[in-house]
């Protein structure tokens, strides 16, 4: 698999070094991990707030993303992906434990994840059956059964790991002001590619001691506050972006008014996306912290080629969530809709022939889990929500899940909502109510397919009643697996009453 990289050979010294210092001591790169040969090694690389729509693969033609490429030339891209709670707090939660947020009980405005949802995470239980685990950059969320643990996030978790260069809180983009990664500070100086750094020493370590690895790489970037590495300041000078369809506030017009109670609203203005000139530029910023993303793998992948273990090791890149920049009148992300849920799937397997393949099967954040333990052949808990992709990876013509939700509780009570969707359709129920505000409750029904920008409200047409209908039993039953399976604390338990339609 030929990978670009743009990478300064000075930037890697400490990387040759050690690789020659592995072949004195009889360690041969052609040979590594010969402990336990059968097992892949896995890499999961994890964005915070990186919209669908970055990458050529997925659609966007100005923007430069050449490793990400290749990793989407080479295996399976997934158009239709969502994060089960489009927060990062509450998505990492998901996607460590591979269970809904109603089962965590983690959100920002609930708590933390308890103890017993821990201890089936997938860095956990790939410990447990013989990999070695490490992990970079934000972690997101404390683990605690007194809801403790604020601003320490990860204290509790970096000793279930074999590396750990995790961050609390929302972590810095400068290398030295991030604990466990001070040591890479003086060459890596912006924390993206320090994390790539980190990983190539986890691998190498890993390498050495011939064992399979996992390795969890939680960029901060592209996150705010809007701080890219200067290394890149010329890759979109000059760049004009194009808006998507639905950008703009009129065409959030016709959703349910309960979006707009929100700080997603006023972001529109308070972060420049009304006008040409400071759109282009947060645009610019934007995706320049993702370029520097993409160098950061294209790091690691490169190191794999050097120990000749890439055709041996899973790649799955995601985010935590999706963002607005401007779709509907919007910034930022946690509502329900496309362009703050939806995020990119990349899977890689170089042992499978399918490449350069995308399918528009519907999966979750809640999946990726599953998936990791099913490559390291490592049973899925029954308490998961989530299913392994590894199905799709291998015949993309087939589907997993025939139905997601997706889960907004968090911030002002008008914007909490439960949706639901199919492979075709999605289904928003707004419970919220106000008479002297003129808000009532609101149903929203979107055909996906046909309608990618949701700018048509299908739920008052006479000709989708049966489908409304059909979306409705599938909300309920996801609503009934609520009130059964969540927990019964964090504030959760009364979502089964607050969110059962008012609407027939």
Aim: proline share 4%; net charge positive; hydrophobic share 30%.
């Amino acid at each position: 698999m030929k990978l670009k990289t743009n990478q300064n050979s000075m930037q890697f010294k400490h990387v040759l070094l050690f690789t020659l210092i592995l072949g004195l001591f009889g360690f041969q790169s052609g040979h590594s991990q010969t402990k336990k040969d059968s097992k892949p090694n896995i890499i999961f690389f994890f964005t915070d707030d990186q919209s669908y729509d970055t990458m050529k693969d997925f659609g966007n033609k100005v923007t430069q993303t050449p490793n990400l490429d290749d990793l989407a030339s080479n295996g399976v891209s997934f158009l239709r992906h969502y994060n089960t709670t489009a927060i990062c707090m509450a998505s990492r939660a998901n996607v460590m434990t591979g269970q809904y947020e109603y089962k965590t009980g983690c959100n920002f405005d609930h708590g933390s994840l308890g103890t017993k949802q821990w201890s089936t995470s997938y860095p956990v239980l790939l410990k447990k059956a013989g990999y070695r685990v490490g992990f970079a950059g934000k972690f997101g969320f404390s683990i605690s059964d007194t809801n403790g643990g604020w601003g320490e996030e990860g204290e509790v978790a970096k000793h279930d790991f074999d590396f750990w260069g995790g961050g609390s809180h929302q972590t810095s983009y400068k290398t030295k002001e991030n604990k466990y990664m001070v040591k890479y500070a003086e060459a890596y100086p912006h924390s993206t590619r320090a994390y790539g750094a980190a990983s190539i020493d986890f691998i190498n370590e890993s390498v050495e001691k011939g064992e399979p690895f996992c390795m969890s790489v939680f960029f901060k970037a592209p996150h705010r506050p809007v701080q890219p590495d200067p290394m890149f300041d010329d890759v979109y000078k000059d760049v004009v972006f194009d808006k998507l369809p639905n950008y703009g506030r009129k065409a959030g017009e016709h959703l349910a008014k309960q979006s707009r109670m929100g700080r997603q609203y006023p972001r529109f203005v308070e972060w420049g996306y009304d006008k040409e000139d400071t759109y282009q530029e947060a645009l610019r910023k934007y995706n320049q912290l993702i370029y520097g993303v993409d160098y950061s793998i294209g790091m690691v992948l490169e190191q794999l080629k050097k120990l000749k273990i890439d055709g041996n090791t899973i790649i799955i890149f995601s985010s935590d969530n999706g963002y607005f920049n401007g779709s509907h009148g919007f910034g930022s992300k946690v509502l329900p809709y496309e362009e703050g849920a939806r995020t990119p799937l990349i899977i890689v397997d170089p042992r499978q022939k399918n490449k350069a393949i995308k399918t528009s099967a519907l999966t979750g954040n809640v999946d990726i889990t599953a998936t990791i333990l099913d490559y390291a052949g490592v049973s899925v808990p029954e308490i998961y929500d989530g299913k392994s992709i590894r199905p799709l990876v291998e015949n993309p013509n087939t589907q997993i899940r025939a139905t997601l939700p997706i889960i907004q509780v968090w911030g002002p009570q008008a914007t909490h909502c439960l949706t639901v969707m199919d492979d075709r359709f999605k289904y928003v129920y707004w419970y919220y109510k106000d008479e002297a505000e003129n808000m009532y409750p609101t149903e929203e029904l979107f055909d996906i397919k046909n309608d990618p920008y949701e700018m048509v409200n299908l739920a008052n047409q006479t000709k989708y009643k049966s489908k409304l209908t059909y979306m409705r039993k599938l909300y309920d039953k996801q609503l009934n697996h609520w009130k059964t399976e969540g927990v019964k604390y964090n504030g959760y338990e009364k979502y089964g009453a607050l969110f059962k339609r008012a609407l027939n």
